[in-house]
């Protein structure tokens, strides 16, 4: 059963990855792009770290915590920033906040969407409205130390 999880996901990977393939124009707009999925792993990467929306489009994001390691040692969340946060100085203010699952309370302005911390084989849909101005704006699980290691990426609005 695990193993038929993990290959579908696999499998909703290979289908962005092909989406993305395909430059701006296809698939992807129009309203129903269907769900983006991200996964975090022990190894404190996101994959993909990058996605593509469009602009004021409603955007259905999985995250989906794909490691073995136990939350208090790994977990992960999925936070999606406005454009121009330093993803540094985001995560390095949520460290002290563990309790609000590591997002700083005066920072919460600057998040378009976050998911709770996950622990391993958990998973958190968010739906949000894409940005109306096109960029790009980073995407950080604030974990402690989690960002300065890598796990960052970027979502494209088009
Ligand atoms: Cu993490």
Known sequence: MKENRILNGLLVLAGIS???GCGGDAPQQGGSAGEIV???????QFSPTEFTVEAGSEVTVVFRNIGRMPKDAMGHNLAILEQGTDA???????????D???????????VIAAT???????????????????????????????????????????
């Open 18 to 20: 092909i989406l993305a």
């Open 38 to 44: 991200i996964t975090g792993n022990d190894l404190m």
């Open 88 to 98: 540094n100085a985001f995560s390095a203010a949520a460290q002290r906040h563990r």
């Open 100 to 110: 609000n699952e590591y997002i700083a309370p005066e920072m919460e302005d600057s």
């Open 116 to 158: 709770r911390i996950l622990g391993p084989n958990e998973e958190e849909t968010l739906t949000f409205t894409a940005p109306s101005d096109a960029g790009d704006y980073p995407f950080v699980c604030s974990f402690p130390n989690h960002t300065p290691a890598g796990m960052v990426g970027t979502m494209h609005v088009e």
